[in-house]
Each structure stands twice: as C-alpha cells, then as structure tokens.
T-cell receptor
Framework: SAVISQKPSRDICQRGTSLTIQCQVD?????MFWYRQQPGQSLTLIAT?????????ESGFVIDKFPISRPNLTFSTLTVSNMSPEDSSIYLC???????????FGPGTRLTVL | LAKTTQPISMDSYEGQEVNITCSHN???????ITWYQQFPSQGPRFIIQ???TKVTNEVASLFIPADRKSSTLSLPRVSLSDTAVYYC????????????FGQGTTLQVKP
C-alpha cells in the first residue's frame, strides 16, 4: 500500500492568482493522477502525471491552466493558474500502477477562490 | 471505458446487510470491476475488485454473474461508520491505469 499526503489541505485565494498543490507518496508509484471533485459530486480526472514526460490531460483540461510536474516517482505538483471562482473545488491526487488496479488517494486540497 | 449505472442513494439500518448493484452492460472481456468507498473530506479508498463469480475480503463481498453485465457489492452487518459514497468502476484504459468514476451511491446507515 501507499500513503499519500497533500499540501496545503485547504486554501482561500484571490481571483487571478495561482496555487501549487503538492502531492507526496511514501513509496514509489508508477502512475500519479490528479482529480477534481466539486462538493457532492463525483471525481473528474484532470490528468495523468508520468515521471520524465509531460502530463497527459483529459478533455476539457489544458496544460496552461493546470501545469503539472512529476520530478520523481514519489512526488508531483498541480498548479491551478489564473484562478477564478469556478476553480473552487477539491483537488485530489492518487498513485498506482498501469494495471488500473488499486489506487491510493490523498486527502484532497479544498480550494476556495474569491 | 464501460459506463456504469448505480443507484444514487440507499438507506439502511445498523446491523443489516447492504447490497449495492451496479450495471455495466458494455463491459469488455478484459475489464475488471472495482469498488471504492469515500467518506466526507477524504479521498476514495479501494474496497474490492473482481473479474467473475465471487470475491470476498475482510470488508465486503463482490458478486458477479456469469454474463458480467452487473455486479453487486455486499456489505455485511453495516454500522454507522459505513455511511459513505460507494463507486463502481469498470475497466481501465489499457496500460494507463486511469480510473473513471461514475456518480456513485450514497449509503446512509441509520441507528
């Protein structure tokens, strides 16, 4: 199993600013993923973060808005750029392997944009 | 990826067995069926995974009929702490590990 931590746990930001969310895994994982979850809603996959290559984004998400780094097998960051109130959400990271079997999730970062 | 359909919500009482059924009519031959549990203010947690027939672990059982077009997550003797959202996921994009979440079932366990 893997334990995943995220920082910050929550933040309140002003419109037009950017926030970088950090995701740390206590063991090496092949794949890391970033999700967004609106309160009371399901999770939406933003992108897949691979070490040594650019992240792969899902439809509706672009690198300019959500740049991602994956410098090693235990760490990733997601930046929410030029924020607007519509970006207010919970952002979660997860780690796993290519099989699609068990993934481990972080506790999430609750972002509020004013 | 196979689309899943599950009830939006269910109510139960402590001590009862709860069965949540998920429909996945277009499941592919190599798709597995996986269930996750999510408590408020936490990330989802893996519960169980299966391919066919029955799988049981310390938390739940998963029943999959022969045609695999549906599956049932069974939680024995639920307690208040089992109140959560339960997600059924089917399949994965080959070699990418991606998980696509459906709407989930909100289970409310009452005393």
């Amino acid at each position: 199993s893997a334990v995943i931590s995220q920082k910050p746990s929550r933040d309140i930001c002003q419109r037009g600013t950017s926030l970088t969310i950090q995701c740390q895994v206590d063991s090496q994982v092949t794949m890391m993923f970033w999700y967004r979850q609106q309160p009371g809603q399901s999770l939406t996959l933003i992108a897949t973060a691979n070490q040594g290559s650019e992240a792969t984004y899902e439809s509706g998400f672009v690198i300019d808005k959500f740049p991602i780094s994956r410098p090693n097998l235990t760490f990733s960051t997601l930046t929410v750029s030029n924020m607007s109130p519509e970006d207010s959400s919970i952002y979660l990271c997860s780690g796993g392997d290519r099989s699609g079997n068990e993934q481990f999730f972080g506790p999430g970062t609750r972002l509020t944009v004013l | 990826l196979a689309k899943t359909t599950q009830p939006i919500s269910m109510d139960s009482y402590e001590g009862q067995e709860v069965n949540i059924t998920c429909s996945h009519n277009n499941i592919a031959t190599n798709d597995y069926i996986t269930w996750y549990q999510q408590f408020p203010s936490q990330g989802p947690r893996f519960i169980i995974q299966g391919y066919k027939t029955k799988v049981t672990n310390e938390v739940a059982s998963l029943f999959i009929p022969a045609d695999r077009k549906s599956s049932t997550l069974s939680l024995p003797r639920v307690s208040l702490s089992d109140t959560a959202v339960y997600y059924c996921l089917v399949g994965y994009t080959s070699n990418t590990g991606k998980l696509i979440f459906g709407q989930g079932t909100t289970l409310q366990v009452k005393p």
